[in-house]
């Protein structure tokens, strides 16, 4: 019973961020039927977002501090961030110390900004051309993306550490009133999953309950009809295209403590989140969503020792390895719409 | 001039095998005459010859041919474990698993069309790529990759009391065997492996133009432009789709073979799906659905790649040593970001050019710049629009 | 005797009923046309027969034989052909190479795998594909890509794809629509050479009466999903009912 509360914990981590870029990669592909390979990459940008706060929050000045030296006997170099100068040392430090949650702050309007130009400068031009090209263009952008970011930050991960009072484990199991120790875990997976559950639940709201969403919703559905009733689609197409970029660079931000950002892990959430997609079917936001957890917790219990066991019985080894891609496989052949998909979606 | 040849495929096919034979001597002078760069020119020419029969002619976008490349490799480089350091009998057996092998994918994977068809693809190589690293490891030998061993049987070679290796040969032709000869102070290498590699690769080319030029090409064009009117005039496309799927598969099956007798190793990173991408990104930079295009967009890729990565800022610096200091070193900066271990960023900026201004790709591109120097030349007949300007084979 | 028989066809696409227990019999050697205002099902009744759509109840028999349950190509290779709405043909290839794919596909079936042979070698194809141009008198235009066609050059296009595959039962959805006069007479004519030198029996959906009555010589008239009046051409002008289905169907 807590081994399988466990697997269900660790699969909520990975499954709150497919569930988050597939929701954006939905939206898009919904409203504006684009098909975005480059969407992995605003994952990454998220969380290099928070690479780059950090490094502002941790810009120093040097002083030589005579009293002491170093390890090779020269006078130590004692470097003071501007930021202990400024607001003193226990506020300054504090600052540096929660720069992962401050870094969403910092991440929203650039992450606005970005799938604004990405949208305007690019995708707009392809509405019309078939979705092979959208995904070569798309795929194209990504390497770019992900190039520049290697650049510019190298092709080392960076670490990001969460703040401190998260870093540590709990015993969740004592929580929920089970035995000592049966059930560990982190702290900061915990606040991810709370925070990717509330995003979702900001998006849901946001398309439910307000005009702009309703409108977008209806042009999902009938884009001409929406467009015939005078309403300009584009302009609010524009910007879902700018709130799926912030979902999918919150993600990334919120991320980066749990996996170190590097430059590549756009792509590798890419084609992972495409599976998700498709597996809750083109174009479906709840099923985007659903299939994201159904699959990050497939995962996590496809690496337990006792599943793993019982699929090499049945001459299907690394069954951790492959599940997704499995499941993907099968779903599209018996039920090529999806778990929540509606018919003849993307079929041509 | 393009056009001219598309006419006439015998002109066209001579063009080809003089160009691809002669490549030694006329790639020298650009830097690209040695044979490790030549053999990779004409494996990756294969490969995406063979891609474009599935994605320029039928349009289904494959994004897990990697997967058969590296299941040829495997494949060879067992045979050169096991049997004999031929490399006959080693491309046989990589052709024919990654046949079987791509019949069973496209088999499952053509039930979707679309972007289904590229995920289905994705999944299936990834799983692939996963596989060979974890529980393939007796076979693919996992992250070292398989190789050579002294110790290997190899039933049908002499015993090799050398201590060394074993090379990979021809019936006793050694691949890596070469003629150097000095001519003017430039150096001409003839390597016998580069030439095995343009005999297949010229193989390769011929029977893709027969494949383009017969009925069942004319089919798969049929099934790129309106699937549904085909199944209404009486044609089962599923087979259609399929061969060309499996055709593909034995291309790439073939290139990886090749790239196992050049260099008698196999990785489980030759399926990852960015090994993919690069198929499709050379296909599409050449010009998807012609027949020369393919080729050249894999020669431009793996000559830039070999151009581009070997220059740094020193080289930079040279170049621009001529401007005042300050511009210099900006524009050495600007630079820098493109070339060396930048490559792959000048790729994907050409990438987005080509499929945003040139889908048809360079091929189309050149045709523009021919038709439009001939435009001028001849600006006083009257300017007739020609629906075939499109290199469209 | 009756070429294609139609039996207590219903589809129904959600809450709406396209198609109500549809009789059809058309004889073979005849031109039936099937008229009725728009949204009254023609298209999805044909549909039905071609493979498109399977209906919810009901039998289709061509020659006897169960249409239901065949996939498209199979339909077409036991002899039934049709020309869509929206013209369906291969936009990319030239007019040509658009004739030639149904020669191809009669003489060699739904799948062949001739992947070495020349098109250019294949002269019976030639002659055929040749011939089916100059029949819809596009013998001039064989060299365009089809997508730069006029509308009404397009439908010609598919009709001579269709006459290449010699069908048994030819399914026209309203072949002169989008066409001028002097084309659609010519259509008319063509239409009536079919039928005098072919002997292809043809189910016509038209809206243009004077194609209607020029042509037909049986009429069934739909409205709302279900067959109103089946009968001869003469019987059908002023008939009440119809009168009725039009004018009711008109505002
Ligand atoms: N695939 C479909 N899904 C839902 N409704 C359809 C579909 N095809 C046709 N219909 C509906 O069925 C009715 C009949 O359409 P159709 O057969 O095209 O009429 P027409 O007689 O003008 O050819 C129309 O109301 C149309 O909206
Ligand atoms: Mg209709």
């Known amino acids: ?348 | 001039m393009f056009d001219k040849f598309q006419n006439n495929d015998r002109m066209l096919m001579l063009f080809f095998i003089f160009l691809v034979l002669a490549g030694p001597i006329l790639l020298a002078p650009f830097g690209a005459g040695y044979p490790d760069l030549l053999q990779r020119f004409c494996i990756f020419g294969i490969f995406a010859i063979g891609f474009n029969i599935l994605f320029g002619l039928t349009g289904y976008l494959s994004f897990g041919h990697a997967a058969f490349l590296g299941v040829g490799s495997y494949s060879a480089v067992w045979m050169f474990k096991l049997l004999t350091m031929n490399v006959i009998p080693a491309l046989i057996l990589a052709v024919i698993i990654a046949g079987l092998f791509s019949l069973l994918i496209g088999f499952i994977s053509l039930r979707r069309s679309g972007i289904y068809f590229s995920i289905l693809t994705l999944a299936f190589a990834q799983m692939s790529f996963s596989l060979a690293y974890s529980v393939l490891t007796p076979i693919t030998n996992g992250e070292t990759g398989l190789q050579l061993t002294l110790d290997d049987p190899r039933i049908l070679d002499a015993a090799n009391t050398s201590g060394s290796l074993p090379s990979t040969n021809f019936f006793g032709l050694t691949m890596n065997s070469t003629a150097k000869f000095e001519f003017f102070g430039m150096v001409f290498q003839f390597n016998v492996g580069f030439y095995f590699c343009a005999v297949m690769l010229i193989l390769a080319f011929y029977l893709a133009m027969r494949i383009f030029r017969s009925p069942f090409g004319l089919m798969l064009k049929a099934i790129k432009t309106n699937q549904n009117r085909l199944n209404y005039t009486g044609v089962n496309t599923r087979p259609y789709t399929l061969a060309a799927f499996v055709i593909s598969g034995m291309y790439a099956g073939l290139a990886g073979g090749l790239m196992a007798c050049t260099d008698p190793l196999a990785g489980a990173e030759r399926m990852q799906w960015t090994a993919s991408g690069e198929v499709v990104l050379m296909t599409i930079l050449g010009g998807s659905g012609t027949l020369l295009g393919p080729v050249l967009g894999a020669g431009f890729i793996k000559y830039f790649e070999n151009i581009f990565s070997k220059i740094n800022e020193n080289v930079l610096h040279g170049w621009f040593s001529f401007l005042p200091d300050g511009l210099e070193d900006l524009i050495v900066w600007v630079l820098h970001f493109f070339v060396g271990k930048g490559w792959h960023l000048t790729l994907g900026l050409l990438f987005m050019m080509v499929v945003i201004f040139l889908p048809g790709g360079l091929l189309q591109g050149a045709s523009h710049i021919i038709d439009w120097i001939r435009g001028k030349k001849q600006s006083s007949s009257t300017q007739i629009s020609n629906p075939n300007s499109m290199p469209a084979e | 005797m009756s070429i294609l028989e139609v039996q207590n066809v219903n589809k129904s696409f959600g809450g709406l009923k396209a198609l109500q227990n549809v009789n059809l019999s058309v004889e073979e050697g005849t031109i039936h046309a099937i008229i009725g205002p728009n949204g009254a099902g023609k298209s999805t009744l044909l549909n039905c027969f071609i493979g498109k759509l399977i209906p919810d109840t009901g039998t289709v028999n061509f020659n006897g034989q169960s249409l239901l349950g065949m996939k498209a190509h199979e339909i077409n290779q036991t002899g039934v052909s049709r020309v869509f709405q929206t013209p369906e043909i291969f936009s990319d290839l030239t007019v040509y190479e658009n004739v030639m794919i149904p020669c191809f596909a009669k003489r060699d079936g739904s799948f062949c795998l001739n992947a070495l042979n020349r098109v250019k070698s294949e002269a019976e194809i030639h002659d055929k594909a040749e011939h089916m141009m100059e029949d819809v008198n596009m013998a001039d235009k064989k060299d365009m890509v089809a997508s730069s066609l006029s509308r009404g050059d397009k439908r010609r296009l598919e009709m001579a794809m269709c006459l290449a595959q010699d069908p048994q039962l030819l399914l026209l959805d309203e072949p002169t629509a989008g066409m001028a006069r002097a084309d659609t007479n010519n259509t008319i004519d063509l239409l009536a050479e079919i039928q005098n030198k072919r002997h292809i029996t043809m189910a016509v959906i038209e809206h243009d009466m004077h194609v209607v009555f020029s042509l037909a010589q049986k009429i069934s008239v739909l409205a709302q999903g279900t067959v109103i009046v089946e009968d001869l051409p003469e019987n059908i002008k002023g008939h009440p009912k119809v009168q009725e289905a039009y004018l009711g169907g008109a505002h």
Not at chain 1, 64 to 73: A, C, E, H, M, R
Not at chain 1, 89 to 99: L, Y
Not at chain 1, 222 to 227: A, L, P
């Open chain 1, 1 to 348: 019973m807590d081994a399988i509360l466990l697997q269900i914990l660790n699969g909520l981590d990975k499954g709150s961020a497919y569930a988050l870029i597939a929701l954006g990669l939905t939206l898009i592909f919904g409203t504006l039927g684009v098909v975005n390979f480059a969407h992995g990459a605003l994952f990454m940008i998220g969380a290099f977002c928070v690479v780059t706060l950090q490094k502002i929050l941790n810009l120093s000045t040097v002083a030589i501090d005579p009293t002491k030296v170093d390890f090779l006997g020269n006078p130590l170099k004692v470097k003071t961030p501007y930021i202990v100068n400024w607001f003193g040392e226990a506020a300054g430090s504090a600052i540096i110390n929660w720069s992962v949650p401050l870094a969403i702050l910092f991440a929203i309007p650039i992450m606005l900004l970005v799938g604004y130009v990405m949208e305007r400068g690019l995708i707009k031009h392809f509405y019309k051309r078939p979705h092979a090209d959208q995904i070569l263009v798309t795929f194209g952008l990504a390497i770019v993306l992900q190039e520049i970011i290697k650049a510019c930050y190298g092709a080392n991960p960076i670490p990001t550490p969460a703040p401190e009072i998260f870093r540590g484990s709990f015993d969740f199991g004592v929580w929920i009133g089970m035995a000592e120790n049966a059930v560990i875990y982190p702290y900061w997976r915990l606040v991810y999953f709370a925070f990717s559950a509330l995003i979702i639940g900001l998006v849901f709201a946001f398309l439910q309950f307000t005009t702009f969403g309703m409108v977008v919703r209806a042009g999902m559905a009938d884009r001409e009809t929406v467009g015939l009733l005078g309403i300009n689609i584009d302009k609010r197409f524009t910007i879902m295209f700018g709130i799926a970029a912030a979902v999918a660079g919150l993600a990334g931000v919120m991320y980066s403590p749990i996996n170190s950002p590097n430059y590549h892990m756009g792509m590798d959430f890419l084609v992972l989140s495409f599976v998700v997609v498709v597996v809750g079917g083109m174009g479906s936001l709840p099923g985007a969503v659903l299939a994201g957890f159904t699959l990050g917790i497939l995962e996590s219990f496809a690496s337990m020792n006792e599943v793993k066991g019982f699929f090499e019985a049945i001459y299907l080894p690394s069954i951790d390895q492959i599940i997704i891609y499995l499941v993907a496989i099968v779903i599209l052949l018996v039920r090529p719409r999806g778990l929540m998909g509606r018919a003849g979606v993307m079929e041509e």
